[in-house]
């Protein structure tokens, strides 16, 4: 019996549920983590450009290039390995390397990426993280170190994991430019479940940044959505008067309604986006499964006090401008009607104006008709005289008897034959 023939795409479908593993981390490491986006454009960005600025850093340690369009690629670049991903709107590096530096969160490890490879990035960054992860027996000596690497006011950490390990973050950018995040294993957490929860803290870094947009979209169109309000408003009192020119005022508001439609087309993706970063953000600190350390606020307890506002603002800004989309079309479904009706009243009033017209100009017809009978009647009488004038010499009859004798007959001829016509017109 011949194989069975496979879909084409059913290989790249199910490697691609595996394409972007977990590293796997050992304790005590560091992580520099770099997500880049360009300023504009970034969905529609070419691509190509990730791949050649990932292809430049790799040649600086002879490490293998990635396959053709990979949106992936995890490898050994010196004595630290790098895990490089390709995203709808960014790129992401996380290079990880062995031991911790003495001077916790120090900016030197950073520089495993050059300056003037940074310089070349085909966008610009969204975040950059540190990462420190050290072994902890027990809870001891760990409140203490979070104190002195992070601002007490923002600082969220909590057991994760089944308590195997303790993260710690404050989600501010330090004076080198970077986040920071601290990671605390047991002396018996693999490598890979490590990996796993660095993996997060980094998705939760990015996602937020990302979502982050969308807040400073939102607040650039508030000025611009109070003028589509105040116009709006403003065009619907005109609505309720009876001044005005309700084809004016349609025109007006079919203006503001085009501008509401772009403004909406314009912001829909990063709306979007944001609406779907959130909740990978969410997600990615449920599946954490967080326990309270000592008392301190977790980091979905941080996410819920500063995060989750400025997402239900963007969440806000979209439903209010979607709100005017709507509102602006049933302002003009209610004008268009307004200006129907008065169209209909002015058509009425032309067809009664044509209807009384029509009358004159039958009243008129009659009244030509009438003359009419008069005048055919008058030239008929002269060709019956001419006609008749033989025979009435003969029979001593005057012209002048002749005429009054032939003028009744001729017009009643004449008056009957023209309202034939006229009866086989209409």
Not at 231 to 244: I, V
Request: a neutral charge.
């Amino acid at each position: 019996m011949p194989p069975i023939a496979d879909h084409p795409l059913r290989y790249a479908m199910a490697n691609e549920l595996h394409a972007r593993p977990f590293p796997a981390v050992g304790a005590p490491s560091r992580a520099a983590f770099l997500a880049i986006k360009p300023a504009s454009n970034a969905a529609g960005r070419d691509r190509g450009a990730d791949r050649t600025h990932l292809i430049d850093l790799l040649d600086r340690f002879g490490a293998q290039h990635p396959q053709p369009d990979a949106t992936h690629y995890f490898g050994k670049i010196g004595r630290h390995h790098l895990k490089w991903e390709s995203h709808t709107e960014f790129v992401t590096y996380t290079i990880f390397g062995e031991g911790v530096a003495d001077q916790p969160f120090d900016a030197a490890t950073f520089s495993i990426f050059p300056q003037d490879w940074l310089e070349a990035a085909p966008g610009v960054r969204v975040t950059s993280a540190l990462i420190r992860i050290e072994v902890a027996d027990g809870d001891d000596g760990i409140i203490e170190k979070a104190r002195d690497w992070f601002v007490p006011e923002s600082l969220a950490i909590s057991r994760v994991i089944e308590n195997d390990l303790v993260v710690a973050g404050d989600f501010r950018i330090d004076h080198a430019g970077h986040t920071r995040f601290a990671v605390f294993a047991r002396p018996h957490v693999g490598n890979r479940r490590v990996g796993r929860v660095v993996q997060r803290l980094c998705e939760i870094e990015t996602y937020k940044s990302m979502s982050m947009l969308g807040l400073s979209r939102a607040r650039e169109l508030g000025p611009r959505m109070a003028a589509f309000d105040e116009k709006l408003t403003g065009l619907l009192e005109d609505m309720r008067g009876s001044e005005g020119d309700p084809a004016k005022v349609l025109q007006s508001l079919l203006e503001v309604s085009a501008e509401i439609e772009n403004t909406i087309a314009q912001t829909s993706f990063r709306f979007g986006a944001t609406v779907a970063y959130e909740k990978i953000v969410n997600q990615r600190i449920e599946v954490l499964r967080e326990t309270r350390f000592e008392g301190r606020q977790t980091f979905s307890e941080f996410m819920m006090r500063r995060f989750d506002p400025a997402m239900r603002t963007v969440n806000s800004t979209k439903e209010r401008l979607n709100a005017m989309s709507d509102r602006a079309l049933r302002a003009g479904d209610l004008l268009r009607t307004r200006v129907d009706v008065e169209r209909s009243a002015q058509n009425q009033e032309l067809l009664t104006s044509m209807d009384k017209r029509a009358d004159l100009q039958l009243r008129l017809q009659r009244t030509v008709e009438g003359l009419s009978v008069v005048a055919i009647s008058y030239y008929a009488v002269n060709l019956v005289l001419y006609v008749i004038a033989p025979i009435s010499e003969p029979l001593g009859i005057g012209k002048v008897l002749m005429a009054a004798l032939a003028t009744p007959v001729v017009l009643l001829f004449v008056w009957l034959m023209i309202n034939r016509i006229r009866k086989h017109m209409e």
